[in-house]
């Protein structure tokens, strides 16, 4: 089954320095896609970066980047200059294509905590 | 604005009651989806809709039904309110089937059975 892992309950990062959170997946699947998603503490869910398993660099989206090892099934999204404003919940998530219907799993979350 | 619009934001129901949570979209999207979200389990999926006319179980289905009233609409029932039910509702939406662009959100729904 798919599975998407996050290893890092949570993370702390001093403002304005750079901070990779950690994910891994498992599937079988050739084709696939690896979002992250920003939960504030308002509670709604943000897209942040989109990386498709064929894609041939990795993802940027202004301060964050995905670090894609296919051969490793790691995708660990960066932020670099970290700011207050990015002290969240960081989901993982992959879009799966093995089942009959089409669906988006996640990961349990990171915690990261910016510190002035 | 343009987005995913849920109700209502809170709720306590009583166990054994129903209701029905409210999900609308005005972004012409195809796919919508009903997500629950419990302290250190990520989001789960329970149900699924591909295009207007369709629905599909998720992960976790039981005790839930859905409706997708039209291509704006995508509601979730709760028909015999219980105690594990409590959660966060996450309504959402996605405009193409690679899902590059991302899913769009609504604000969730904050409920509690007691």
């Known amino acids: 089954a798919q599975k998407i892992t996050q290893t890092q309950p949570g993370m702390f990062v001093q403002e304005k320095e750079a901070v990779t959170l950690d994910c891994t997946y498992d599937?079988?699947?050739?084709?696939?896609?690896l979002f992250w998603y920003k939960q504030p503490s308002s509670g709604e869910m943000i897209f942040l970066i989109y990386?498709?398993?064929?894609?041939?660099q990795n993802a940027t989206e202004g301060r964050y980047s995905l670090n894609f090892q296919k051969a490793r099934k790691s995708a660990n999204l960066v932020i670099s200059a970290s700011q207050l404003g990015d002290s969240a919940m960081y989901f993982c998530?992959?879009?799966?294509?093995?089942?009959?219907?089409?669906?988006?799993?996640f990961g349990p979350g990171t915690s990261l905590s910016v510190i002035p | 604005n343009a987005g995913v619009t849920q109700t209502p934001k809170f709720q306590v129901l009583k166990t054994g009651q129903s209701m029905t949570l409210q999900c609308a979209q005005d972004?012409?999207?195809?796919?919508m989806y009903w997500y629950r979200q419990d302290p250190g389990m990520g989001l789960r999926l329970i149900y699924y809709?591909?295009?207007?006319?369709?629905?599909d179980k998720g992960e976790v289905p039981n005790g839930y039904n859905v409706s997708r009233l039209n291509k704006r609409e995508f509601s979730l029932r709760l028909e015999s309110a219980a105690p594990s039910q409590t959660s966060v509702y996450f309504c959402?939406?996605?405009?193409?089937?690679?899902?590059?662009?991302?899913?769009?959100f609504g604000s969730g729904t904050r409920l509690t059975v007691v």
């Open positions: 809709s591909a295009s207007e006319g369709t629905t």
């Open positions: 990386q498709g398993s064929y894609d041939e």
């Open positions: 599937t079988s699947d050739q084709s696939y896609g």
């Open positions: 998530a992959m879009r799966d294509k093995e089942t009959s219907y089409d669906k988006v799993i």
């Open positions: 972004m012409n999207h195809n796919s």
């Open positions: 959402a939406s996605s405009a193409t089937r690679t899902g590059r662009d991302g899913y769009t």
